[in-house]
């Protein structure tokens, strides 16, 4: 019996089915390698759904982490401590505008925080959300009611909000449904879960404009997005716009676990006293550790890594031919390998194979969000592996088809 096999037999006796039992079991990582509890390596091109910003064990976020456990390790909302202050301070500065932040535990949290900031600003007399269809903001009542993938909602419903869903991108549908009762647009400015689906250029301009001209609030999701998974620090910045609300998590603490809702101009002093709270949000370890991923983004230029590593990614993904493959979308280190077949599963299983960790993250999308500190060699590996990848994936379909099964990809968060 494999490492794996033993560790996977133990964890289908006390996890709760909520997934399917992982292809892999993790031991450690350093930069962007992991490997897994049998020895064997892999380029990571995930990063734990876009969360390990630094990759593994960066001595700056070791260091971080390790000092402030020693120091402080937990104190409540009842007290203020010191890591979280600098924490909204910086992420108030690099907003550039007036603003307040809420700091809780993952986007979900972040995303329930807003949820409740919104019905609380634009009160009763809006009790409407308008939200994108294929859209992914979490997976709690609140969130999930904003979530416009039918067959993840379906099983929870009803929910406590009104939501009307609107395809992405579609302006004109939007013109048509955000109205008078409309309270707020929550849009991702990219949708991750979809598959890396960027919108049509201008669109989020126009949404802002669209929003202030009917008195809706603009919402923006940056929980994937965020933290210079783009090469910006916020996507919403590379559209020139600014929301009334925005949500993080994911990459902001380099693999441990917090979110934040920034509220903008009169958003940010849009609660009251007592409207929300978390025991563990704003913890000083996971903020120390977000501090530490925000120091090190900025010393070592990692947004321009981001932009520049990115470029070429795509550039040499794009020049892949492949009877598979219909080309590559998303921008920075956010992209997706765009197939003519529903076989993303199959590809994510013959990248495993060949030592990369990838998702698939929608049937015909596999979605790549590596670490902030890929580098161009590392990147260019993948590149120079594709097609053997894709070759073995179509093989796979091949045999599975002529048995007279089929094979899907699709794998949410």
């Known amino acids: 019996m494999t490492g794996y096999e033993e560790l996977a037999g133990r964890w289908e006796q006390v996890v709760m089915p909520c997934y399917a039992t992982p292809a892999v079991a993790l031991a450690r990582g350093a930069g962007c390698t992991v490997w897994d509890v049998d020895g064997r390596a892999y380029l990571d091109l995930i990063a734990g759904i876009a969360v390990s910003s630094l990759g593994h064990a960066h001595p700056a976020l070791v260091a971080a982490v390790s000092q402030q456990v020693a120091r402080l390790a937990h104190t409540s909302n009842l007290v203020i401590n010191e890591p979280a202050v600098l924490l909204a301070e910086r992420l108030v500065h690099l907003v550039g505008g007036d603003a307040r932040v809420f700091l809780c535990n993952s986007g979900t949290e972040a995303n329930e925080a807003m949820l409740k900031l919104v019905r609380r600003v634009a009160g009763p007399g809006r009790p409407r959300f308008v939200a994108a269809e294929h859209s992914f903001h979490g997976r709690s009542a609140g969130a999930l009611a904003l979530t416009g993938k039918e067959s993840i909602r379906a099983p929870f419903a009803p929910f406590a909000h009104d939501v009307t869903f609107v395809r992405y991108g579609d302006l004109t549908a939007l013109e048509e449904t955000v109205d008078e009762g409309t309270a707020a647009v929550v849009l991702e400015p990219t949708l991750g879960e979809a598959g890396v689906v960027p919108p049509p250029p201008g669109y989020l301009a126009a949404v802002r404009k669209l929003c202030d001209q009917r008195g809706a609030l603009f919402v923006l999701d940056e929980v994937q997005s965020g933290i210079g998974r783009t090469g910006s620090w916020f996507a919403h910045q590379r559209a020139g716009v600014l929301p009334d609300i925005m949500t993080l998590a994911k990459g902001l603490g380099g693999g441990l676990p917090i979110g934040a809702c920034v509220g903008l101009g009169h958003l940010g002093a849009g609660f009251r006293r007592g409207d929300h709270g978390s025991t563990f949000g704003g913890n000083p370890v996971t903020a120390a550790a977000a501090l530490a991923v925000l120091d090190t983004i900025e010393r070592d230029g990692l947004l321009a890594q981001v932009a520049a590593v990115g470029d070429g990614l795509a550039r040499g993904l794009a020049a892949v031919r492949h009877p598979l493959l219909d080309g590559v979308r998303g921008v920075g280190l956010w992209l997706a390998l765009v197939l003519r077949e529903p076989v993303a599963a199959a590809v994510e299983t013959a990248a495993r194979d060949a030592g990369f960790l990838v998702n698939a993250a929608a049937p015909t999308a596999v979605r790549l969000a590596p670490p902030l500190v890929l580098t161009e060699d590392e990147a260019q ?25 089929e094979s899907s990809g699709g794998v949410t968060q």
């Open 381 to 405: 590996r993948f590149v120079a592996a594709l097609p053997s990848v894709l070759d073995a994936a179509q093989a796979t379909v091949t045999v599975g088809t002529s048995n007279g099964s």
